[in-house]
């Protein structure tokens, strides 16, 4: 994913997920194998839906048909979710051509639409979201309740079935220590904090994923509403505490950013923590413009490239953790110096 | 922030349940959290929001005497599960159960969202009846405003167009 997209200095991604399910079959939980392989059948019948290839190419990728690398994969660039790679019967995922929208099929509920856009694009994702779900919806009957709403296999989901997610980048506000602070305050309205990679993680490289928790008594548009300005606010605590450091604590600031820059430049052995910690300070550093021969695209794309899954694809083997240090050092030397 | 169950490492997990307006936190560690859970069989890490919704459900001493005063076993006719098991793993087993639990599920889906009406999208074409009522809810409200205000030309507007999609209702 480049950089692009609007505040994307600060916002990585924005991202909407629905959850949807078929009436006359049970949750894919407690579905027989039959039952599964029939709404797989289904949903997959969406695909040579003239609306939908109006939006983009789709490719069906059955999770039996690829092995446990490549899902892992697919995880590491939030594509599908670890669950449908490890657990899910007749689990599928349809991926439009650019990656922005993928629907998972037999995860948690029968259909997941998500889509991914870079930068702060909440909005813009729901808009597409809501659109492919209008796709389905012609062709498939949706478990729907008139007081209840979508009816999804998890209580935390029911109504609106959606999930609207910003993936952040705060390391001025974990630096000046105001991050929980901040965190908690968003835990109050409503909004869930997590760390990169989802529940129950902690936070990597200063990244931080914030999202709603209601779906029931509230619209859509209320739910985007709600984050979007909380979102806003703070980036604007974000760009306030980097622009107070820069100008109050500028030879720190250098002084971390090259350090990190210097270390991703020429270590040998990387371990993933430390990878993303450094990342991170010199996408600060570029962000702030105190390193100009990098560009925030190759951040991202380092980002996502020194997870195990992706060295491991890259080398294309299974690598002991002591193998992906090292060739996590070689990948960022590479890409870090060009 | 310290975990607020074993005041001993920082929390990682905090949860926000607002009921009646009323706001409870749970400020958790990972492994107090995992301990408020039941682990489900075959999970990756015996830790996800289910089981976090599960350890919810056992925090709530009044939720389960209720259901143990009735001495009934609640159970969905359509999956076969049963509300003691849908307290264990936190999912349903498929949309019926939605109807089959709805005495302890209201509560509960209070507890979660603050509310238990839904108000968002409603699919275009298996939801078309309910989209009319939905207006028809709407426009009687604003009826009723008119007619306080005593704009009675409005309001005779707003009546036939409730008319209008009433009478669609009884077509559909």
Partial sequence: M?????????????????????????????????????????????????????????????????????SKVLVEKHLISPNLAEESRNGAVILSENESISIMINEEDHIRIQCLFPG??????????????????????????????????????????????????????????????????????????????????????????????????????????????????????????????????????????????????????????????????????????????????????????????????????????????????????????? | MICQECGNKPAALHFTKIVNGEKTEFHLCESCAREKGDSIPGAPNGFSIHNLLSGILEFEPSMGQNVKQQKKVIRCENCGLTYSQFRKIGRFGCSSCYNHFSDPLNPLLKRVHGNSVHVGKIPKISGGKIKYKRQIKDLKKELQSKIDLEEFEEAAKLRDEIRSLEQKISEA
């Fill in chain 1, 2 to 70: 480049k950089g692009e997209g609007a505040d994307s200095d600060i916002v990585i991604s924005s991202r909407i997920r629905l959850a949807r399910n078929l009436t006359h079959y049970p949750f894919p939980m407690l579905s027989t194998n039959q039952q599964s392989e029939e709404v797989l059948e289904k949903v997959s019948d969406v695909v040579h839906d003239e609306d939908l290839k109006m939006i983009s190419n789709f490719e069906r990728i059955p999770l039996s048909e690829i092995n446990s690398l490549e």
């Fill in chain 1, 120 to 338: 702060f694009q909440i909005n813009e994702a729901w808009e597409l979201a809501n659109h492919i779900d209008d796709i389905f919806e012609a062709k498939l009957n949706y478990a729907f309740d008139e007081k209840k709403g979508y009816l999804t296999s998890c209580p935390t989901n029911v109504g609106t079935g959606i999930r609207a997610s910003v993936m952040l980048h705060l390391p001025a506000l974990v630096l000046t220590q105001q991050i929980n602070r901040i965190l908690t305050a968003v835990s109050q309205v409503g909004l869930a904090v997590r760390g990169l990679y989802g529940e129950g993680s902690e936070s990597l490289g200063n990244l931080f994923q914030i999202s709603n928790q209601i779906t029931l008594g509230q619209s859509e548009p209320e739910i985007i509403h709600n984050l979007y300005s909380v979102v806003k606010q703070i980036i604007e605590h974000e760009r306030t505490a980097r622009a107070k450091m820069l100008s109050e604590s500028k030879t720190f600031l250098l002084d971390r950013v090259n350090r990190s820059y210097g270390i991703l430049s020429y270590a040998q052995i990387m371990d993933s923590k430390e990878a993303a910690q450094r990342l991170s300070d010199v996408r600060l550093g570029i962000d702030l413009g105190l390193i100009s021969n990098v560009s925030a695209n190759v951040l991202n794309e380092l980002m996502i490239m020194t997870q195990p899954g992706f060295l491991q694809q890259y080398a294309s083997k299974k690598l002991s953790s002591d193998e992906r240090d090292v060739l996590r050092a070689e990948m960022i030397r590479e890409r870090i110096k060009k």
